[in-house]
């Protein structure tokens, strides 16, 4: 993908990019800091201090969300500065394209129910593969499908709009398979072995990304056929054999718990929604799954592209980290189950 020095330069910066991220042990001894003034001095230090005015905006869903967003734009901004004109630029960009997929959501949102464009609110984010800005001021879905580039992106919402029911769920998983896509078509642009240590941590971040947005499905009770049809043609086919075999939530961690791969995450994931009862903590222990799958693969290639991977997931790690703290105290959540949840899995 990269060549010579072009490559050892941008890696070497990325290590020092990652020099700057916070001890993930740091942040889950945060749990048990009771007083909230403290909590908010510890953060000050950090970069997301930067967007949080007082202790009072830790109670604010919205504000931690948005931190988090603008900590890892920022990262990323400079990791692509670093990586211009390269492959590896591409690949960044569609890895952080998911922003644009869920701006693009709310924009969908917007016009199908009607809400004025003074009301519809993007992701802080900066766009990657749509220009969400533009898309953002269309005032009707005509409009909108116009201004779409990407012509597949554009047929896939045409079809969901001729559809007679406009399920909006069938429409996320639309969206999450686009994705999937993305990334797929990236690592077969990438010109690096099937065996090398990029291939394997970007194919395992899709696995996770696939698990994660199944297990939200079944939360939500989506029906297999609407799952299925989505996610028919993609590979991980004993997730999807698990999907048919499970009726809820509860049946598909069963089945998963079954399955060699997936029995550790299972078990977490179940244990965490009877300790907490809150959908985040599911999309919490993936992304705990998803990031110690990449600092086990990159250590296989440190002085590769893997380890550009691995820290774009790590930053995203711990934002996600800081957010289970944070949310976790507004909820009420005990220091011991926060604690438990942040710490690394038994697989």
Known sequence: ????????????????????????????????????????????????????EGAEDLLDVEKIEEACLRVNSIRVRALLSLSRG?????????????????????IVFSLLYGRRRAELRLLPMEPYLLDVEKLSKADSFENLLEMMVDRALAKLLSDWLSTEERDITALDLLFDRYYV???????????????????????????????????????????????????????????????????NLK????????????????????????????PWVIEHVVAKRAYTNSLRISLRGSMSEAYILMYLISSEWESQSIKTVLLGKVSGVNPDVLYSLLAPPTE
């Open 1 to 52: 993908m990269l060549k010579g020095a072009k490559k050892k330069y941008l890696i070497v910066r990325t290590h020092g990019l990652a020099s700057h991220l916070i001890d993930p042990e740091d942040i889950r001894s945060w749990v048990f800091i009771e007083d909230q003034r403290s909590l908010f001095d510890r953060l000050a230090k950090t970069t997301y201090g930067n967007f949080f």
């Open 181 to 247: 896509q993305k990334l797929f078509e990236s690592i077969k642009a990438m010109r690096v072995s099937k065996r090398s240590a990029a291939r394997f941590l970007l194919n395992s971040y899709v696995e996770n990304m696939i698990l994660g947005t199944l297990l939200k499905a079944k939360y939500l009770e989506i029906s297999n056929d609407v799952i299925l049809q989505a996610f028919s043609k993609l590979p991980f086919r004993k997730l999807l054999a698990a999907v048919e075999k499970s009726k």
């Open 251 to 278: 049946e598909f961690l069963d089945e998963l718990v079954n399955m060699a791969p997936y029995k550790a995450v299972g078990i977490e994931i179940d244990r965490a929604m009877k300790e907490v009862g809150e």
């Open 86 to 106: 390269t492959l590896i630029e591409d690949l960044i960009k569609v890895f952080m394209s998911k922003y644009d997929i869920e701006n693009l959501r709310r």
